[in-house]
């Protein structure tokens, strides 16, 4: 039943030009670019990718008082579920996939002590976001750094 559904979503989504664009990006298959592609809508609706990933849900929220900034910031709550879930998964794959990405998560998960994966893998799906914008607004393919 799951297998014919991902085959129904991979037929569905290559009538879409911006899927090649996402599946061009290692990691990330049909069914992660259909959900991604669905809910981003029409990627010129934003004005650059911080405004995509407040839209995600992928932001922290600003904890300042006076001179005081606090150096843990809690992530937003508001946002699209969806799309966090499937840009977050995403991201997990992708640096299983891409040396780029692996490094960056890599060097996220040692700069902390405590939730080292958690906040590694979102700072990775901003990351993610930062390219799939780049490569929407430009229609370009993803190509891996040698």
Partial sequence: MIAELDHAIADLVQTIPEERILQ???GI????AAGILAEIGQINRFDDETKLASYAGLSWRQKQSGNYNSSTTPLIRSGDNYLRYYLVEAANHVKLQDDVFKDYYNRKYHEVSNTPHKR????????????????????QIYEERR
């Fill in 120 to 139: 590694a893998l979102v700072l990775t799906a901003r990351k993610l976001i930062r390219v799939i914008f780049f490569l929407l607004q430009n229609h």
């Fill in 29 to 32: 298959g049909p069914v992660y």
């Fill in 24 to 26: 061009s990006i290692p």
